[in-house]
């Protein structure tokens, strides 16, 4: 998709707002070609797919306790689903272990099970250890044609040798029919493994030479391999992450180089390799088509965050043959499945579900068969659907539970969720070479990703709720969102965080509401606070600067992006109501700040030596009030997502517990950075409809769950909860495994439920919330330069930024 200027933009909107009026809240149905059912009423005959779940423990012992074990199919029938299990049964905790001669196949889990596809029972197991041995590994397995055919690597630690073997398995009987060395490949490695109808293709990189080699090892269905060197010398490539089928006999190469994707035909009898034209393959989304799955006719499938698509190479299309949300299944247990198997009314899906608990080392995984077959008419007949836009598709357990409540209970509305607009459409991320850089490429993309959701949202083709698009402050506005603070209701603060919900509205206005969010802003030592207790002013940063940081700043950005680092932060003393003042004694301080303080310029990447600096590390073993300090440093700039992060900080931070704002004109607490957000579109279909939806996310359960995944949420019940479960994890086995190694048992910190009081009394700190208005920023960095490098006065550069960027918010109406 080409990137939209800010004047087109300006044009578009401008023209936008004169047809409008005509689009908004339209109740009947309509018919899309954006990827967009909303508004469309569900018939009888809207697919509709039914599901059967089934978990199974293939392979797996129920009498022995687990290490780790890992299962992935490998293939289906008409009947059964082929399994690889792989891992480690726990070994003995017993001191007196003879480690040396301990016979690690007793231990070792490596399993073929055949599975009924329609029950879960396991129909017949082998044990791959006394094939493989001990120190054997299953790289890769298939079943074709009845049998298994896997890959196995093993390095004799005696002889310090590698071997690989091919071997090929009756899975049924459970009997070794052949076994291959392929130990002359040794010089390489064989990445990744294609079926291509009746061939293969395996792909080996060879990394012996200067640069990597990579060769196509081709067998035909006559067994016979031909293996052809891949070459371009215009290209340096990367990978080769996807083969597709073409037709019987030709296959295209996607393969990754620094010139972003490359395309080869491969001939597939011949093994004839010619370079294609990337521009025929500008309608296939290559990097959502990560394993692409050929079905018995030959058509290619792949799974995507919001379903599974068909690759049409005759029509040059690649289209949503099944969404997820025709069915009743939990969106979030299908983000990790495999496409198994594909026929003309069903989808057979399998992989393995974690329900990792980030308190815990366990990590607990079923592997499950999720067979969906399509049902003969649809159960939610009648209803309209809304469209739930969620970034890059994705939505966690709990809110795809609330979406499955919702559809269920409301009798008119039905939710489907899509991710039809990409922020990576519009970004450019080549030639990144500083923070500076890193940040011009993503206020790009969030300009131009905002503005297409703004034009479509005026014109009434936008979504009916989004999710997670807070950081769009461009969008917070009467034209595009819906104030949600009547809906949502008054809200107790010694319930929730209210200063969290009240940091996130603009002009009185709660356009998105936080539900997940970071805490940024610099972890220290408490006692290096300003006179705030949570902040600094300018003044007293340049003292911490100076001093405590012995002048490294720990915000690493070059004069301008600084600069608009430092404007958000403060954003609501510059905008009020749609009027945009840069005139303010505020302004002038950060300005002044910026241009005495800061390098004109972010250091380059490839001008650091090390990832860390560690001339702002105070003296190791030394105390500070009852925190022991290491070798680490006094101070960071941080992005706290979450307990665990908080509790980690504080070690590499020197013991420091505090996370203070960034320099400021009155010396203001950290920010709130949203990562889970809901607004609803001022065009929505019903917005009562959509902020039932949005009152469920608020609901004790919904909290308590994201809190427990280590997440910081509204609910402060829920938010001490998950604080104190993250507390008894770092005090007990979760030091010894995360921190421990690094730091030793010596210098352990006990935690406690101050810790808790005193990440709470943190997120109390917070008073401004990190929603960006790009095209405002962008007009900051393109003029602040002028007086940052002595060209103009300030006041000259104000009325021009203060001029072009009160056109822009007068054009959004």
Known sequence: MKKISLKAVSILLAASVMTSLAACRKEESNIRNDGSNSGQKITSDTPWYNSNVIEVKAGIDPGRKIEYA??????????????????????????????????????????????????????????????????????SARYENGQVIAM????????????????????????????????????????????????????????????????????????????VELKDDTSDLYDIPVIISKNDTSALLSVT?????????????????????????????????????????GSIFFAEPTGISRIDFSNK????????????????????????????DSFLLCGDIYRKNPYSLSENSTFTIIDFTRADKNPNAGKQILELFSLYGYTDDKISDAILKFNETNGKYFIEVTDRYSQFDYADYSDLNSDDDFQKAELNA?????????????????????????????????????????????????????????????????????????????????????????????????????????????????????????????????????KIDFSSPEFETIARFVKDNVPENAKAWDDYEDSYDYSMAPEPNVMKGDMPLNETLAAGYISCYGMINYLQNIYIYSGGTAVLGIPSSDGRGPLVTPYLSVAVSAQAR????????????????????????????????????????????????????????????????????????????????????????????????????????????????????????????????
């Open 446 to 578: 969030d300009a131009a990703m905002s503005s297409q959701l703004a034009i479509d949202i005026l014109n009434g083709q936008g979504p009916d709720i989004l999710m997670n698009c807070s950081s769009y402050g461009q969008l917070n506005n009467d034209s595009y969102l819906v104030d949600l603070t009547s809906h949502i209701g008054s809200l107790d603060p010694d319930k929730y965080f209210t200063n969290v919900v009240d940091s996130a509205k603009v002009d009185g206005k709660l356009y998105n509401l936080p539900l997940c969010y970071e805490v940024d802003g610099i972890h220290t030592d408490a006692a290096n606070a300003g006179k705030s207790g949570v902040g600094f002013t300018t003044e007293e940063y340049e003292q911490f600067l100076y001093n405590t940081l012995n002048g490294k700043d720990v915000i690493t950005l070059g004069q301008a992006y600084y600069f608009v680092k430092l404007y958000n932060a403060m954003s609501d003393k510059f905008v009020d109501d749609g």
């Open 317 to 344: 299309t690649c289209g949503l043959v099944f969404n997820y949300s025709w069915s009743n299944i939990n969106r979030s247990l299908l983000e990790n499945m495999d496409i198994i198997d594909v026929s003309e």
């Open 686 to 813: 019903n917005v009562d409809a959509c902020c039932e939806f949005v009152k469920l996310l608020l609901s004790d359960e919904v909290q308590l769950d994201l809190a427990m995944k280590d997440n910081f949420v509204l609910s402060r019940e829920a938010f001490r909860a998950g604080g104190k479960a993250a507390v008894e994890f770092y005090n007990g086995e979760g030091y010894d495994y995360y921190i421990g190694f690094d730091f030793g048992p010596d210098r352990k910190i006990p935690f406690s439920d101050k810790t808790v009081d005193d990440m709470e009394n943190i997120v109390l700190s917070c008073s401004n919330c990190n929603s960006v208005d790009a095209q405002i920023n962008i007009i900051l960095i393109e003029e602040m330069p002028a007086y940052f490098t002595g060209q103009k006065e300030l006041p000259e550069v104000v009325a021009i930024a203060q001029d072009r960027a009160q056109k822009v918010l007068d054009e959004r109406g």
């Open 70 to 139: 890992n299962s992935r199919a490998v293939g289906a029938d008409d009947k059964n689903v082929i399994v690889y299990t792989g891992g480690l049964y726990k070994t003995p905790d017993d001191n007196n272990v003879d480690w040396e001669n301990l016979d690690y196949s007793d231990y070792m889990l490596a399993t073929i099970s055949v599975v009924d596809r329609k029950t879960g029972a396991t129909v017949k197991d082998m044990d791959l250890v006394p094939v493989i041995g001990n120190e054997g590994h299953v790289d």
């Open 152 to 227: 196995v690597s093993s390095f004799d630690t005696a002889t310090f040798e590698q071997t690989y073997k091919e071997l090929t398995i009756d899975p049924f009987s459970g009997k070794l029919i052949d076994s291959k060395d392929l130990s002359g490949n040794e010089s390489g490695d064989i990445y990744h493994s294609f079926t291509i109808g009746n061939y293969r293709v395996d792909t080996e990189i060879d990394w012996s030479g200067r640069t990597a080699s990579y060769f196509l090892h081709i067998t035909k269905p006559d067994g016979e391999t031909r293996t």
């Open 257 to 297: 180089s620094d010139k972003g994707y490359v395309y080869y035909g491969l001939d597939l009898e011949t093994g004839n390799i010619t370079k294609e034209d990337a521009k025929d393959y500008e309608w296939l989304d290559i990097e959502r088509c990560y394993s692409p799955f050929t079905g018995k006719d």
